[in-house]
């Protein structure tokens, strides 16, 4: 948004340019309650830029898979767990892909809270299947190559690496909570 649309949208709402509604700040920044909005929806479409080409590129290793000689060869356990993967793989990507539609469709009625809430949780469910599905790809590989126990040993490292850095680590993070987007 400009700096001239976001005060003409301030001035008709009776609001100094960067104040909220009662004429305070913001989550500590100069911005209306419609400026943060728009700046919640562009910081989430931009994360999303990052994420979606690694399940893009998971998606498509899966894909193909299958039509390589050595598939033939795999276990039952290891069919079953590829299946898994893939569902999983393509969970993340309708979940990921998911706001940009929601914008799409809503993005005209003026719900801009409803548009960002909406596509945060299909972020978050997005990237817990896509956790689940590298994880199920990371155990798969190895299952196949190396065997079952060292499947077990790395697939839980894989598992408690994902824990820790993407949920325990950013809700530890000794400060208080950020506001609901």
């Known amino acids: 948004m400009s700096e001239r649309s976001t005060g003409d949208a301030a001035d ?13 700040l913001l989550d500590g920044r100069r911005e209306t309650e419609l400026e943060r909005l728009d700046r919640n929806l562009n910081e989430l479409l931009s994360e999303l830029r990052v994420v979606l ?14 039509f390589n000689q050595r598939f033939r060869a795999v276990t039952r356990f290891e069919r079953d767990l590829y299946l898994g993967t893939l569902m999983c ?5 309708m979940l990921l892909i998911a706001p940009t539609v929601v ?6 009625r003026r719900q801009k809270a409803s548009i960002v809430e909406l596509a945060n949780r299909f972020m978050i ?6 956790a ?3 994880s ?7 299952h196949f190559v190396f065997g079952a126990p060292t499947a077990v040993v790395t697939t839980t490292l894989v598992v408690i690496a994902f824990v820790t850095i993407w949920l325990v680590v950013p809700l530890r993070n000794g400060g208080p909570s950020p506001p609901r987007p």
């Open 103 to 108: 914008h799409r469709l809503q993005f005209r």
């Open 136 to 142: 199920g790809a990371v155990l798969l590989v190895t």
């Open 89 to 93: 793989t393509l969970l993340a990507s």
């Open 132 to 134: 689940v599905a590298m």
């Open 125 to 130: 469910l997005g990237l817990t299947a896509f």
């Open 12 to 24: 008709a709402a009776g609001v100094p340019p960067g104040q909220g509604s009662d004429g305070e």
């Open 53 to 66: 080409p690694g399940v893009q590129v998971l998606f498509a290793f899966l894909l193909v898979a299958p």
